[in-house]
């Protein structure tokens, strides 16, 4: 079965501060999911990577793709409050496998 | 055009007791996946379906079951409701299998007493 780990659990972070979120994932995947859940929130997509050196950029965020190292970051950038959320890492192979995803704070 | 919907929001049910969960997906998406949330296992693949089939189905004991009409809509049903049942439903909708994109529902929260 595919596994997906994120690190960290947890992240609390300063205004201002840079930060990054790590996936990785066990076995060969064809794409990479990014999304957000705010708190009672349904899921939202971020990125999707589709192949190795993949980079998108969306504001504050960055997600890519290293599918030799099967590891995936997400970046943040001078983060804001409004950036507080759970971030999960998806990959898919016969179905979508989530990570544990990540809770964000960030704090003025 | 309209998101995944899924109503009601809140359900409580008792356990031994059965219930089933309703998706719209969006006009025109035809495949439809179903996800558990909860604290402790996290988001977990419960099944997809694709022209009226389920393509896959993840690791859920036979208790969980769904099935998919012929305008897309899904339903996934939980026969004799267990403690544990308790979590988060989300249900996704894509245009078709494989399709990069999924867009979720709001979740519909079960609560089992």
């Known amino acids: 079965e595919l596994k997906v780990e994120q690190n960290p659990l947890f992240l609390s972070m300063q205004e201002g501060k840079n930060y990054t979120i790590y996936c990785n994932y066990s076995t060969t995947s064809d794409r990479l999911y990014w999304y957000r859940q705010d708190p009672g929130k349904s899921l939202e997509s971020l990125f999707v990577?589709?192949?190795?050196?993949a980079v998108k950029q969306e504001g504050r965020l960055m997600a890519s793709l290293d599918t030799k190292a099967r590891l995936s970051t997400l970046h943040i950038t001078a983060a804001v409050h409004d950036l507080s959320a759970t971030y999960f890492c998806?990959?898919?192979?016969?179905?979508?496998?989530f990570g544990t995803g990540t809770s964000l704070t960030v704090i003025p | 055009k309209a998101g995944v919907t899924q109503t009601p929001r809140y359900l409580i049910k008792t356990r031994g007791q059965q219930v089933t969960l309703s998706c719209s997906p969006i006009s025109g998406h035809r495949s439809v996946s179903w996800y558990q949330q909860t604290p402790g296992q996290g988001l977990q693949f419960l099944f997809e379906y694709f022209s009226e089939t389920q393509r896959n189905k993840g690791n859920f004991p036979g208790r969980f079951s769904g099935r998919q009409f012929s305008n897309s809509r899904s339903e996934m049903n939980v026969s004799t409701l267990e403690l544990g049942d308790s979590a988060l439903y989300l249900c996704?909708?894509?245009?078709?299998?494989?399709?990069?994109?999924?867009?979720f529902g709001p979740g519909k929260r079960l609560i089992v007493l």
């Open positions: 996704a909708s894509s245009l078709s299998r494989g399709q990069v994109t999924q867009y």
């Open positions: 990577l589709l192949s190795n050196g």
């Open positions: 998806a990959v898919t192979g016969n179905q979508f496998y």
